[in-house]
């Protein structure tokens, strides 16, 4: 019987693999007649930690099987910096570690866990890592045109203009919902993935301009530590 019931299991499995394939490519469904929430801004050992605002919706991630709904959340309105880091950590494990306001990078998943951990403890605030359908929706809803899916000169730093560095945040213009860095300058953790692997997003200032897409992620390891890998709250 047990044979059987397992059976039943892989089978019916394969039967929502075989009518529920992956999606092809991303489709968000933000909720009708809704604005996006007021921005709002906290302020953590005299540093401002800005949130914008994302209004809820629905969204078909390209490579995932089943649509995900969001309430409104919050996102942060740049990468986390190393200047904010260094105020809840005492340290700055960064790379390119000329200027605070350059992304922090060179952390591994833990590492931006354990921040988040501490963050919290400070600011009586609950900040979380971001999800992989969390970046996405974002991304796609701060879309002006279909030409920001890719590359943008103007919002990004990727390999063809960043001399090889990392670079202050919002010194490039934000999306349509005032995003920094969301292609671009360093890639982001999220905790979506199957452990130890997860999906890192938005590509990096290392990335080629035709690589840095909005769809695009590599998948890494999660104690991976690159100079090129940051990440931001929600």
Request: aromatic share 10%.
């Amino acid at each position: 019987i047990l044979g059987c019931i397992i059976a039943v299991i892989i089978n019916k499995d394969k039967l929502y693999d075989l009518y529920n394939p992956p999606f092809e490519e991303t489709a968000i469904f933000p909720y009708d007649g809704r604005e996006n929430p007021a921005d709002t801004t906290f302020t953590v050992n005299g540093i401002e930690i800005k949130m914008i605002g994302v209004k809820g919706g629905k969204i078909n991630c390209k490579g995932l099987r089943k649509t995900i709904e969001f309430d409104d959340f919050y996102i942060g309105e740049t990468e986390v910096t190393q200047e904010l880091w260094i105020s809840i950590m005492g340290n700055n494990p960064s790379v390119h570690n000329d200027n605070v306001l350059c992304p922090i990078e060179n952390v591994s998943l833990p590492d931006c866990a354990d921040f988040v951990h501490k963050l919290d403890s400070v600011s009586g605030i609950k900040f979380y890592l971001q999800s992989y359908p969390e970046w996405l929706y974002a991304a796609h809803l701060g879309i002006k045109d279909a030409n920001t899916l890719c590359y943008d000169e103007s919002l990004s730093w990727c390999k063809d203009n960043s001399d090889g560095i990392t670079h202050p945040v919002k010194q490039k213009k934000p999306n349509a919902l005032g995003i920094y860095d969301m292609i671009g300058n360093v890639s982001e953790w999220t905790t979506s993935g199957s452990d130890p692997l997860f999906f890192v997003m938005g590509g990096s200032y290392e990335t080629e301009k035709n690589n840095c897409k909005i769809d695009a992620y590599d998948i890494c390891h999660a104690s991976v530590k690159k100079g090129a890998i940051g990440f931001r709250l929600v």
